[in-house]
């Protein structure tokens, strides 16, 4: 499977890059707040380098990979947990997430139901079923500093060490982060992952 593609924007449609690297050229789908992000920033003949979802798009007959691009890992994160909802496949989760990707995390997090049925795709029903099965579970990701493009995360086993990691690839420095896992730390003392740390800190940013 293809992880990450680094090389030179040789085109663009209205949703994707088409990016050649040693020879190829790959077409890479982009969400709306994705493509919004970067393009401007991306004319043809610049270099990028996108994190991948792939996947195959399976027919009765053949199945047709798809690539899926992201400026970093959490965004990709977020898009895996946003896919999990029964019924949002890639392509329609794609076409859904025209909206910073923090606000739509942001969104599930309060329960808006009214800001998620506004996006291509999600009615009523959906945005009650995305609510349901996320909410709680994302509010790491209304901390993503969108339209910046971030480090890799240090795999640790530590879980301050995990949410230090994670700020920082979210574009908080070092104080801002300690002192954010140190506030929520004082909070809820009960914390035990990284997914909970970094949840407490999101709900300590909306205060």
């Not at 393009?39 to 009765?60: A, K, N, R, T």
């Not at 009615?123 to 480090?151: C, F, H, M, S, W």
């Not at 300690?178 to 914390?191: F, Q």
Request: charged share 25%.
């Amino acid at each position: 499977m293809i992880a990450q593609i680094r090389g030179k924007i040789i085109d663009k449609t209205e949703n994707a890059f088409i990016v050649e690297t040693s020879g190829i050229a790959y077409e890479i789908l982009l969400p709306g707040a994705i493509f919004k992000a970067l393009d401007g920033g991306h004319p043809v003949g610049s270099e990028i380098s996108l994190v991948i979802y792939h996947y195959f798009q399976m027919s009765p007959s053949s199945g047709v990979p798809v690539l899926i691009g992201f400026e970093n890992a959490i965004e990709k994160e977020f898009f895996e947990k946003f896919i999990s909802v029964s019924g949002i496949g890639p392509k329609a989760a794609s076409r859904a997430l025209v909206e910073p990707l923090s606000l739509v995390a942001s969104a599930i997090d309060a329960g808006d139901a009214g800001y998620l049925k506004k996006l291509p795709g999600i009615g009523t029903r959906k945005a009650a079923e995305v609510i349901a099965k996320l909410q709680g579970k994302v509010g790491k990701y209304g901390l993503i500093r969108d339209n910046k493009v971030t480090p890799a995360i240090d795999d640790k086993k530590d879980v301050k060490a995990e949410a230090m990691a994670v700020l920082a690839q979210l574009q908080y420095n070092r104080t801002e982060a300690e002192n954010m896992v140190k506030k929520a730390m004082e909070r809820n003392p009960e914390l035990k992952t990284s997914e909970e740390l970094l949840n407490e800190v999101y709900r300590g940013s909306r205060k």
